[in-house]
């Protein structure tokens, strides 16, 4: 079901949009940045109520929860329950609960993830923990980092939440968990076993809450290396937004490759559109289908 490296050639059928039946979406560059929503959201999400199509929200930032998102999205004028969103926060405590049976940890991140692993039963503490986790962590200290990494040296198993190096914000860019990750491997030479997204573990939680086939599903966000490759990766329909981090000219430079390729949420709304009513997408001036080989 989930391979390591999948790339799209032409002697692969890319599967036509309008036989999508759930959108995953990513949210910090895709949805919205900072606290402005992206052009065409709002539009696009209607059109996938209108035609009776599913959607979740996955997101790699795991400051927040699932009820900060909600109410963030509604903020911005988008209704949406918890249970139609997943970050790789909950997707970690899942995890961890649910296939390593594991009850203490010690955990550099926010006192929102701090509250999500508290949800799942988990102990919070730098005493005998069973996994040092570490998440995108917006209050860190040098404390915190101290205790992380002598526990990462007296061999406690380390795991983060995702790979993310930067977060994008309305006035650029912010260290994210993976430039947290670089620096404890600086200190410690170890790497952390990673949840998130492009990896198979918050996939699996993905379809815990959306149980469509893989072939039915659709990765939409704006970074090549987590979006793109967990869509490859799956198996699922990848698509490119370039609202956020990635440029086109990325897309020859990465492994990854997308199936379709368009400016914004909107673009992908006004092609979904197209492809429901069986127009040719290369009529669509906003949107660039990619397929590679």
Do not use: W
């Not at 995953?24 to 709002?42: H, Q, R, S, W």
């Not at 704006?222 to 967990?230: K, N």
């Not at 914004?264 to 492809?275: D, I, R, T, V, Y």
């Not at 069986?278 to 949107?287: A, R, T």
């Amino acid at each position: 079901m989930f391979s390591e490296n999948k790339i799209v050639t032409k002697q692969e059928k890319v599967k036509s949009l309008k036989d999508i039946k759930c959108f995953a979406l990513d949210m910090d560059g895709t949805v919205y940045l900072g606290n402005k929503i992206l052009p065409g959201v709002l539009e696009f999400l209607s059109y996938l109520r209108t035609t009776g199509r599913d959607f979740l929200f996955l997101t790699n930032n795991s400051s927040k929860d699932a009820t900060f998102y909600a109410n963030k999205l509604k903020m911005l004028g988008i209704n949406c329950s918890e249970s139609n969103i997943l970050t790789s926060g909950e997707a970690t405590a899942l995890y961890l609960k649910n296939t390593k049976n594991c009850k203490n940890i010690y955990l550099l991140g926010t006192p929102a993830l701090e509250e999500e692993f508290r949800r799942h039963g988990f102990i919070v503490t730098a005493d005998n923990p069973e996994y040092v986790v570490l998440g995108f962590d917006t209050t860190l200290t040098y404390e915190k980092l101290v205790i992380a990494c002598d526990l990462i040296r007296h061999n406690i198993p380390y795991i983060a939440t995702h790979p993310d190096f930067n977060c994008p914000t309305e006035t650029g860019y912010i260290p994210d968990c993976g430039a947290m990750a670089a620096l404890i491997k600086a200190s410690t030479g170890c790497s952390p076993q990673v949840v998130g997204k492009p990896n198979k573990e918050i996939v699996e939680a993905l379809l815990n809450k959306k149980s469509y086939p893989l072939e039915e599903m659709a990765m939409v966000g704006d970074r090549l290396y987590t979006d793109i490759a967990t869509g490859c990766n799956a198996g699922m329909v990848s698509v490119l937004v370039l609202s956020g981090e990635s440029k086109i000219s990325d897309v020859e430079q990465s492994v990854f490759k997308p199936d379709y390729i368009f400016d914004n949420l909107g673009g992908l709304g006004q092609a979904l559109s197209a492809s429901d009513k069986e127009e040719d997408l290369i009529h669509m001036g906003s949107s660039r289908e990619l397929i590679v080989g």
